[in-house]
């Protein structure tokens, strides 16, 4: 399958909505008008200067037209036809860019509801472990199974024998309206149990919700770019925005507590942030990057909440808690923008030629705060390099993810474990990259860290999480990391896949899931 969606159909439907002629739209291109047929029928690829110059004379945004809806309509089609609920009835992948086209609408819904049905299946399970292991529900189950017992052999014992005197009738009846009543109050309890659990949840999950305003925003805001450079000089004119600027700021201009507190005082993270009292506690065991992270989140969360809100207005997030989640991660976005400016930190990267570890040194930030910056410098004109990144924890569960470089990331599961996502865990703290292909033959430059964070006496638990960022090696004399790597050798690229259902490779001992019946193989390589 084409790793990008054909976007012809969005060109030549938004010309023919302003009624400009195929002559007229090529003219202002700069190109042949038979070249923009080819565009528009979809045989070329667009991208870059041509792709700005066509959206300026059609009077919309590049991002309308750069097809990233369709191509994540296309991976999670991918995703959910490898699904083994669709084994008798295949879906032949070829038919998503059509299907899309003709009716992106229905194929909206039709993700909609595949939504709905993961998520029934993950509360059955939840609720099926809830069974096993809670006592409340294991002695409740055992009540109810028991009453229901007691009520059948009263109605046999009614069925059989029909000479029953009065007596017996009496007493019978009674046990059966006791039970009954019993099995009433014990289904009731369960009910009410299972509502104080919130075991209900909406087909979207709030982390989706915050997925597609990333990715329909291209995981760049300009709004908040903006802001960040309108708030930086009244926080520090010298531009240096160290931990100790951004502490004099809360405290003078908003009168903002700040608490350093003892590491065993945070169940979880390292800080709180307490509204009530305007009081941002931090832990003494958080680094020094982290701690600095959360001062900036801090101000923007106290600065930036209006254009925060517009953009969630206009996101349309349907739950309160997607909306707490997606404004959580605004805010993150806005203290990034306020700590790595656009314009500085992108050239920056370029002469390092994306050295992570010396734009960490230069902006005395996180591998992960660094990484983050990297994927959302997507500002039309002045284009960082189109960066995936992937965050999972040592279970493989992703709990970060956007792609820009064409990568497909998995919704529904996990990613392959040829993954140096995966690698990582084995050499904590250490960088490593990786050289890829895909079965359909395209490559990508992976770039892997497992790191630790957490901190207390000994014996206290540290989470681990590693980061993966990468790009398509057409970007790889930019990157640092793909120069001690065999780029020019194909047969050294690491063969992989995205999951394992939808991967065609049929040598992979690594295999945890058979592949989707219909999915070509691919020979061994």
């Known amino acids: 399958m084409a790793r990008q969606a054909p976007i012809g159909h969005r060109i030549r439907g938004r010309r023919?909505?302003?009624?400009?002629?195929?002559?007229?739209?090529?003219?202002?291109?700069?190109?042949?008008?038979?070249?923009?047929?080819?565009?528009?029928?979809?045989?070329?690829?667009?991208?870059?200067?041509l792709l700005m110059r066509i959206a300026e004379a059609l009077e919309i945004h590049p991002h309308s037209l750069s097809g990233s809806e369709e191509s994540r309509l296309l991976s999670d089609l991918a995703e959910v036809a490898s699904d083994?609920?669709?084994?008798?009835?295949?879906?032949e992948s070829r038919e998503f860019p059509a299907m899309i086209a003709a009716s992106p609408g229905m194929i909206t819904a039709f993700l909609s509801l595949y939504r709905a049905y993961r998520s029934g299946l993950d509360d059955i399970d939840a609720l099926s472990e809830r069974l096993s292991?809670?006592?409340?529900?294991?002695?409740?189950?055992?009540s109810i199974l028991t009453r229901i017992t007691s009520i059948r052999t009263v109605a046999e014992i009614f069925d059989d024998y029909d000479d029953?005197?009065?007596?017996?009738?009496?007493?019978?009846?009674?046990?059966?309206?006791?039970?009954?009543?019993?099995?009433?109050?014990?289904?009731?309890?369960?009910f009410n149990f299972l509502e104080r659990g919130e075991a209900g949840r909406p087909a979207a999950s709030p982390a989706e919700e915050v997925d597609d305003l990333l990715y329909d925003n291209a995981n760049h805001f300009p709004?908040?770019?903006?802001?960040?450079?309108?708030?930086?000089?009244a926080i520090d004119p010298d531009g240096g925005l160290y931990l100790t600027d951004l502490i004099n700021y809360l405290e003078d201009t908003h009168n903002t507590r700040i608490e350093r507190r003892p590491s065993e005082d945070f169940l979880t993270s390292g800080y709180q942030w307490d509204a009530k009292s305007n009081t941002l506690r931090i832990s003494r065991a958080l680094p020094i990057t982290s701690a600095r992270f959360q001062a900036a989140r801090t101000i923007c969360r106290l600065e930036a909440a209006d254009p925060i809100n517009e953009i969630l207005d206009r996101a349309q997030i349907s739950s309160k808690a997607g909306r707490v989640r997606a404004s959580e991660a605004l805010i993150s976005y806005t203290a990034a923008a306020l700590l790595f400016p656009y314009d500085l930190f992108l050239d920056?990267?370029?002469?390092?030629r994306h050295d992570i570890e010396l734009l960490q040194q230069r902006y005395a930030a996180s591998w992960e705060q660094i990484c983050h910056r990297l994927t959302t410098l997507r500002?039309?004109?002045?284009?960082?390099?189109?960066?995936?990144?992937?965050?999972?924890d040592i279970a493989g569960n992703i709990s970060k993810r956007f792609s820009a470089s064409g990568l497909q990331l998995p919704r529904y599961g996990g990613a392959c474990p040829r993954w140096v996502v995966h690698e990582a865990y084995t050499a904590p703290e250490r960088v490593i990259p990786q050289f890829v292909r895909l079965p359909d033959g395209s490559e990508f430059l992976f770039v892997a860290r497992a790191l630790r964070s957490g901190a207390g006496g000994y014996g206290v638990p540290r989470s681990v999480h590693s980061v993966m960022i990468g790009c398509d090696t057409a970007f790889s004399n930019d990157v640092v990391y793909g120069d001690r790597l065999s780029l020019d050798r194909p047969e050294s690229a690491v063969p992989v896949g995205i999951s394992c259902?939808?991967?065609?490779?049929?040598?992979?001992?690594q295999r945890a899931y058979e592949m989707a019946d219909g999915t070509p193989k691919t020979a061994k390589k």
């Open 348 to 352: 920056d990267a370029r002469r390092m």
């Open 501 to 509: 259902r939808q991967c065609p490779r049929d040598d992979c001992a």
């Open 84 to 91: 083994p609920v669709f084994r008798t009835t295949p879906v």
């Open 223 to 233: 709004a908040l770019e903006d802001h960040a450079n309108e708030m930086r000089p």
């Open 379 to 392: 500002r039309p004109g002045a284009e960082g390099i189109p960066f995936h990144l992937v965050r999972t």
């Open 133 to 142: 292991h809670d006592p409340f529900l294991t002695e409740a189950s055992h």
């Open 164 to 190: 029953l005197s009065r007596d017996q009738r009496a007493r019978f009846n009674a046990t059966l309206v006791r039970e009954s009543q019993r099995l009433a109050e014990s289904a009731t309890e369960i």
């Open 16 to 49: 023919k909505d302003i009624g400009m002629t195929q002559n007229a739209l090529a003219k202002a291109a700069g190109i042949s008008a038979s070249y923009l047929n080819l565009i528009e029928h979809n045989r070329r690829s667009i991208g870059g200067g």
